[in-house]
């Protein structure tokens, strides 16, 4: 595998997939690697069949807990394993109508969490807005995925810590790791050093302090083609650097596997890895994570409205496979009937402990 | 048949082994998956030392899996490094200290 190769995914890696006309910004193209090569060959098996074993295919919701909503994908980074393809070139942002269909649900559904993600969710121009209508429902969490560098990139988001306690906001951030040199690798040249000032301010508020309600999560992804190791050692690791280091507090850390998607997928396929990926994530295959994968409780929303049974699947363009498609047309019980659509990616959420945006599943 | 001792690709095929000695094969991998679970030593500690070994006997397949199982538990590349050197270091000294062997020798033959 050529350095040189690398060398010029991370100079490409500042715009987006979309932005670079890059063939894999194409889902089509995805999904034919994703159902191709070592699958057709039969070398791997289908995740319909392994699910098939175990009685699972078709796969089923069960009660709807999670609403999802993707209010956008712009965003102030460009990581380089992200499954959204976000970044600052990304024009996808939510409008104030498709938020008001959102409320529209969030007032009326049986979900008990409301889980705001992006892109930076914050750079949409109507986020605030949607944050304090949307508080007023009394959803009993309420989620915002922060990418912590946002509250240090400009001046007008240097009170969102305010600004998410005051709505009492739980606030997911990502960290990749506790040491600068693998965080900065992953996600850009100084985002270490703001990620911890932005931990410091949350801290100051009362985030993530040990008996406080303010929730302060972070989530943890591999930098690199291997999966995350044990939750709970990694929460140690985490929370012993942070404080030792930089007298930083959080709550849980949820380690979360890197889905074959998007920009991942370029990474792992131009560096030769794809293969060594993919048999890592059978071989870890886990039939008790398949009981509570996450698109088994969660509706994701996309910035237009869309409906998916997971975020993986509205990058890869899955809309849900049920009458109701659209927001606007949001029908719970109709929903709840669907059978969730599936593929190879989804050996992500069943390694090991399994993996979903609330962390682990087993 | 392959024109190399070593394939990558056979590392995944080791639980194989069991094919043709079911009985041994399965008592090795059960004593292996115990040897590295949480303990007197933390499973992250094992893994370290499982790297430096690795370097020892020099066996490749044994480099891959540590090292990726290095990262996966979040182990840096300092402390990866410093774990090799350990080895190096025993290894060195087994050699080195040889040498008192040595010297012993040449002192007796010698007048």
Redesign the interface.
């Known amino acids: 595998m050529g350095q040189s190769i690398l060398s010029d995914i991370k100079k490409a890696a500042k715009k987006s997939l979309k932005a670079r006309e890059n063939e894999l910004a194409n889902t089509t193209k995805q999904l034919d690697i994703l159902n191709g090569g070592l699958f057709a060959d039969g070398e791997l098996p289908f995740f319909k069949d392994k699910i098939a074993q175990i009685g699972h295919f078709p796969l089923k919701p069960k009660t709807l807990e999670i609403l999802q909503i993707n209010v956008g994908y712009m965003c102030n980074q460009v990581c380089e394993h992200c499954h959204v393809d976000a970044g600052p070139d990304r024009k996808e942002i939510m409008t104030r109508e498709t938020m008001e269909q959102c409320l529209e649900v969030i007032r009326n559904t049986g979900a008990h969490t409301l889980d705001l993600t992006g892109g930076a969710p914050e750079m949409n121009p109507d986020f605030r807005w949607f944050v304090e209508e949307a508080s007023k429902a009394g959803i009993q969490d309420f989620i915002v995925r922060s990418n912590l560098t946002i509250i240090r990139a400009n001046k007008k988001y240097h009170d969102l810590p305010e600004f998410f306690k005051k709505h009492n906001v739980h606030v997911i951030s990502s960290m990749p ?3 600068r ?2 965080t900065d690798k992953q996600r850009g040249d100084g985002v270490f050093d703001k990620s911890i000032q932005a931990l410091q301010e949350l801290n100051a508020v009362g985030y993530g302090m040990p008996d406080s309600n303010l929730r302060l999560d972070l989530v ?1 992804n ?1 930098s ?1 083609a ?5 939750q709970a ?2 929460e140690r ?2 929370k012993k650097a942070l404080k030792e280091d930089f007298d930083i507090e959080f709550h849980n850390l949820f380690a979360i596997t890197n889905l074959p998607i998007s920009r991942f997928l370029d990474y792992l396929i131009a560096s030769d890895n794809y293969e060594d990926y993919m ?1 890592a994530l059978v ?1 870890a295959y886990n039939p008790a994570a398949v009981e509570n994968v996450m698109c088994t409780n969660t509706i994701s929303v996309s910035w237009d409205g869309w409906l998916y049974d997971c975020d993986f699947n509205q990058m890869l363009d899955l809309k849900v496979a049920s009458k109701v498609k659209h927001i606007k047309d949001y029908n719970e019980d109709l929903l709840n009937d669907r059978e969730i659509v599936i593929s190879q990616h989804c050996y992500g959420c069943t390694a090991g402990a399994g993996s979903s945006c609330q962390g682990t599943v087993a | 048949m392959a024109n190399s001792y070593y394939d990558p690709a056979d590392l995944r095929k080791f639980g194989s082994i069991t094919e043709w000695s079911e009985e041994l094969g399965n008592k090795f991998f059960d004593y292996y998956g115990k040897v590295f679970e949480e303990g007197a030593l933390s499973a992250r500690e094992k893994s370290l030392i499982a790297l430096a070994v690795a370097h020892v006997v020099k066996c490749p397949y044994c480099i891959d899996a540590y090292t990726k199982d290095g990262l996966q538990r979040g182990i840096t590349k300092e402390e990866m490094m410093e774990a090799v050197h350990a080895g190096a270091a025993i290894e060195s000294g087994a050699t080195l200290v040889h040498g008192v062997q040595m010297m012993n020798k040449y002192n007796k033959l010698s007048m």
């Open positions: 790791h506790y040491t040199g693998k943890y591999p690199g291997f999966l995350p190791g044990d050692a990694m690791d985490f048999y071989e």
